[in-house]
């Protein structure tokens, strides 16, 4: 099970910590990623992270502003929003992946109910 939470309602230039709770499964065998859809939009990715942190990758659209990380002795993932903007705003979503991730959401084989995030300007 994948459990986010943390979104909310944040001004423009604000921060958010979103962090995805998860169970049932051997979470240090598993890559983690974030992804987000916005209303009328596609689903698209945020942020993956490794098995043990080694690397993490980011979109365009995020990098520099958001930081993914993982707690393998709780079985969480976090995505640390900085700088937010109004095109943030989106439901969130937190992934597994047993091949290694990647930025297409074919490559995750389970995923939690979302959390949303809303940027008012």
């Known amino acids: 099970q994948l459990q986010a939470s943390g979104g909310g309602l944040v001004q423009a230039g604000g921060s958010l910590r979103l962090s995805c709770a998860t169970s049932g499964f051997t979470f240090r065998n598993y890559h983690m990623g974030w992804f987000r859809q916005a209303p009328g939009k596609e689903r698209e990715f945020v942020a993956r992270i490794s098995l043990s942190s080694t690397w993490t990758d980011y979109a365009d659209s995020v990098k520099d502003r958001f930081t993914i990380s993982r707690d393998n002795a709780k079985d969480a993932v976090h995505l640390q929003m900085n700088s937010v903007k109004a095109e943030d705003t989106a439901v969130y979503y937190c992934?597994?992946?047993?091949?290694?991730?990647?930025?297409?959401?074919?490559?995750?084989?389970?995923w939690g109910q979302g959390t949303l995030v809303t940027v008012s300007s």
């Open positions: 992934a597994r992946s047993r091949t290694g991730g990647g930025r297409s959401g074919s490559a995750y084989d389970y």
